[in-house]
């Protein structure tokens, strides 16, 4: 089979590799769609993100290696032995992160907290490839009323269901959120479903602004030319919002807003209300703590990072269930679709430079007979 091998940072090659062949307890899926996040493309652009070192090393150590791709979905192509409750032919995803089943914490039920796990596409090769071996037990079975492009998309909007679950938005409850990338966006989406009163964004693209709208928020602020501080106390009767997601901070070399936007979500959010930190921000970040104590604000970070950040099943079978109830709409998220493994490269482009490129959803790759080729 065809899988993308990374030779060096920002030298990635579509390579004939050895078909995977399951083993008792394994199945190998053919992959339909595939999608790379921010951190990902940086990390194989050669950016010094989440995993930079390891990888580095390992480059120099083992030499190429296959990488990345844990956000897919895919169909059962071959089970192993032992295999059950799933069938050739179904409609899959996985969640990237594989416990041991060894160890004290897996053997009492806490496996996401297993201290010997394995990422899928970082420790093991991941869905950049026409083919994936993954143990059974990781594998989620889809409803075949989602296509492969929203199956694809369900991993940032299980983040983005534990986001709005830590929260606990009460009946009508305001809620605001930094940032329209596609945090932000399933945020609104989410906050409209789940509760709020009123429901307020800011972002600095207008296209972004006017397609929160349509997704139900009551109030869009330009963050170029609006206050959205102001707006959101205007709409609250002075007194600031309940909730803030704040998703737009990270790394400034990503297009990402540093620890502005906290600074702004400390504005926003109402005395003893809630700020939710969905943008993953550097260890050592600075925050405004003492405006933070002054205004007894909860800081709530939900499951996140590349260990903490996958979603339990139920959270994915959720996450489904709002696609193709029509409740999450994650088609008008979806901006670029490329068919093919040599398209990779240009999907990383247009992820890591969204704003330029104008996509919301990370550019998406469709394989095998999705593609066409
Ligand atoms: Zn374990």
């Known amino acids: 089979m065809r899988a993308c091998v990374l030779h060096d940072f920002g ?30 493309c940086a990390l194989l652009a050669g950016e010094d993100v989440y995993g930079h070192a390891a990888v580095s090393e390992r ?15 895919g169909r059962v192509r071959e ?17 990237e992160l594989i416990p041991c089943g060894r160890c004290t914490a897996c053997r009492n039920g806490f496996r996401f907290e297993c201290p010997s796990y394995e990422v899928l596409g970082f420790h093991r090769p991941g869905a950049l490839a026409e083919r994936l071996l993954v143990p059974a037990e990781v594998v989620v079975r889809l409803p075949d009323a989602l296509s492969i492009q929203e199956g694809a998309a369900l991993q940032p909007l299980s983040a983005a269901v534990m986001a709005h679950t830590v929260a606990q938005v ?13 945090m932000g966006l399933l945020a609104v989406q989410l906050a409209r479903i ?9 972002t600095r693209d207008p296209r972004k602004l006017e397609l929160a709208r349509e997704l139900g928020a009551d109030v869009v602020v330009s963050a ?13 009767g002075g007194l600031g919002a309940d909730v803030v997601f704040e998703t737009a901070g990270g790394a400034t070399s990503l297009g990402l807003s540093g ?7 400390v504005e926003m959010v109402r005395r003893g209300g809630r700020i939710v930190e969905v943008g993953v921000l550097p260890a050592r970040a ?33 996450a489904a269930r709002l696609v193709v109830d029509g409740r999450v709409d994650l088609t008008s998220l979806i901006t670029h679709e490329l068919e093919g493994l040599d398209a990779v490269p240009e999907a990383i482009r247009i992820t890591v430079d969204k704003a330029s490129s104008g996509a919301i959803n990370p550019a998406q790759i469709l394989l095998g007979a999705a593609s066409g080729a």
Request: proline letters at 7%; one cysteine or more.
């Open 11 to 40: 030298d990635l090659r579509v390579e004939e590799v050895p078909d995977p062949v399951p083993g008792p307890g394994e199945v190998v899926i053919d992959v339909a769609c595939v999608q790379l996040s921010v951190t990902e």
């Open 59 to 73: 480059l120099d150590r083992d030499g190429p290696q296959r990488l990345l791709g844990h956000e897919f979905c």
């Open 79 to 95: 089970l192993g032995a032992g295999v059950e409750g799933l069938e050739v032919g179904d409609l899959v995803t996985s969640i």
């Open 170 to 182: 009460r009946p009508g409850e305001s809620v605001a959120v930094i940032g329209g990338g596609v």
């Open 194 to 202: 789940g509760n709020a009163g009123l429901v307020a964004l800011t």
């Open 224 to 236: 170029v030319d609006g206050d959205a501080t102001a707006a959101v106390a205007e709409a609250t």
């Open 259 to 265: 620890t502005a936007t906290l600074d702004q979500a």
């Open 286 to 318: 600075e925050a405004p703590l003492g405006a933070m104590r002054e205004k007894y604000v909860t800081f709530l970070n939900p499951p996140s990072g590349i260990r903490r950040h996958t979603p339990v099943e139920h959270t994915l079978d959720w």
